[in-house]
């Protein structure tokens, strides 16, 4: 899909044409097309959207009205929303600006073009006959250029992306989203974005990663980490931030066999490696001047005759051992060794994105991704982005008292703590292995997909991961 802007008075020639005004200046008052006044002042007091067809040189024309009552992030996000869904129907839409004040217009740029986005998204691959979205090109038009406008459009075209390319994972059929898929499209993306890839196949994690190597063995799928890099600083040595994604991209819980209703949404638990590597490539390709790396460990949770079982021990990359209690609490025990892995590049700070525990579902539901840490000042920068583009997260406390319950009778740890604050203790057992960086973690359990009628990845949080890098950009 092409969006532009355009300097100028709208001059479509066969596209549907969206108008946007707000209270402030209703079209219904001042328009000089009297088809907008009229279809603005169709709208009852609670609407913001209305659509027509007015006939034009002999053709009929799809005409919109996008009456904005409140203009902060949230208002307008539902507003976009409604008007995209209609703007997937036309091949070419062009949108008039021109009545917004300058800062409204940005910020209507960036929300439309991502609502956009999202309403044109298909996921057809394995489907015998496509039906993809007719909408082609999208032009914004204002009176005057405007740089501030065109850098909020290349920024959405970026994070549409980087969404896009997180669903596509997450919603791609195990069989065929295997480790070695994510991994080979991870490098593929990432490269042609034009940041650098490294794959650490199996013998590393074999022979360096022992927690890792106890989820991944049991699978006949070879595991692999990755790792992506980007130097967008200006200073190339400056410390990265990176970003750590759980890959696992099929959990049958293992020897801890999940209850088999739903079990097929597990191919979902690659949903933190598809967040992070969507918005890696995002910042990428906005070309943000910060250094990055991403990190995803990726393997299977399988109950193969060489899995894990209750009661082993394992030890971990930096020398901690591991009680296994629960093979279904693998997430934590793969992430850990990334963890340990990620200190080598002495990085600013480390955050973490995982579909890590049900608990947070009980806790949070599916609206608000759960946010834990050990350094405030990170977790409220990553509050700071949830709360600019709406994608909700919500701290839970990480006191150390909660660390009381991983303690292990035969280990150093032991990977559950029971069914009390699961969420915490979960984030509790990584703590352990980020305790010499700055770091925090996002439970995504409840955020990453959609169930029922309405099935697929939702591309969350990378809309979060990526305000948090451009914050940090600045």
Known sequence: MEFSIKAGKMQPAQAAVLYVCTEACPCSADHPGEAVKLLCGSLEEKQQFAESKIVENGRLRPLAVLRLQETGRAALEKAAAEAAKWMQDQPQVAV????????????????????????????????????????????????????????????????????????????????????????????????????????????????????????????????????????????????????????????????????????????????????????????????????????????????????????????????????????????????CDALTYAAQFKPQAVVDVATLTGACIIALGHVASGLLGNDQELVDKLLGASRTVNDKAWQLPLFDEYSEQLKSNFADLQNIGGRPAGTITAAAFLAHFAADYKWAHLDIAGTAWKSGKDKGATGRPVPLLLQFLRDAAV
């Open 96 to 335: 008039d600006l021109n009545r917004l004040a300058a800062e409204e217009a940005v910020l209507l740029v960036e929300v439309l073009a991502l609502a956009v986005g999202q309403a044109a998204y298909r996921f057809d691959r394995f489907k015998k006959e496509a039906k993809p979205a007719k909408l082609q090109q999208v032009e914004f038009y204002l009176d005057e250029p405007s740089k501030a406008v065109e850098e909020a459009l290349r920024i959405a075209q970026a994070l549409n992306y980087g969404v896009k390319l997180c669903k596509d994972l997450g919603n791609t059929a195990p069989n065929v989203c295997t480790p070695a898929f994510l991994a080979q499209t991870a490098k593929e993306e990432a490269e042609k974005a034009g940041a650098a890839a490294k794959i650490l196949e199996q013998d590393y994690i074999r022979e360096n990663m022992g927690s890792f190597w106890s989820v991944a063995k049991g699978s006949v799928q070879e595991p692999y980490l990755i790792e992506l890099s980007y130097q967008g600083a200006a200073d190339k040595n400056a410390a990265p931030l990176v970003l750590v994604g759980k890959g696992i991209t099929f959990d049958t819980g293992g020897i801890s066999l999940k209850p088999g209703e739903a079990m097929d949404e597990m191919k979902y638990d690659m949903c933190g490696a598809a967040s992070v590597i969507g918005a890696f490539v995002a910042a990428v390709r906005a070309k943000l001047p910060i250094n990055l790396v991403a990190v995803v460990p990726t393997c299977e949770n399988m109950p193969d005759a060489g899995a894990s079982k209750p009661g082993d021990i394992v030890t971990a990359m930096d020398g901690t051992t591991i009680e296994i209690l629960n093979t279904d609490a693998e997430g934590r025990l793969i992430l």
